[in-house]
């Protein structure tokens, strides 16, 4: 696997995005949501962290698993109630994905 991945000049190792990832499980966990609505969230981050387990780690498949993630968080309000615990992760990992994260960002905003 390689040590580094650089996307739109934002660097961070794959540990780093790991960390990311493991950031908003934790905070999904947590929150009062629907069985269904956590299910989804673990399918998310499940293929996000299989997609970055790769030799060469797919962002593209990354980038889909963290939009499907965020839209689904959105929707549920999970957003408001947790606030920068989910707001903050997401957004760096919107903005390591570069032009494929901006869809991320924008539902963010």
Do not use: C, F
């Not at 109630?81 to 997401?90: E, I, N």
């Amino acid at each position: 696997m390689t040590d580094q991945i650089t996307i739109n000049r934002h660097y961070m190792t794959p540990a780093d995005v790991r960390s990311q990832l493991a950031d908003i499980r934790r905070v999904v966990a947590a929150l009062p949501m629907s069985p269904h609505v956590k299910a989804a969230g673990r399918h998310d981050l499940d293929i996000a962290e299989s997609a970055l387990n790769e030799d060469i780690p797919d962002e593209p498949r990354i980038a889909l698993a963290v939009h499907s993630l965020t839209q689904t968080l959105v929707r549920a309000g999970a957003i408001t109630r947790a606030g920068r615990a989910l707001h903050d992760p997401l957004t760096v990992l919107g903005a390591w994905l570069g032009p494929q994260g901006l869809p991320i960002t924008r539902m963010l905003d």
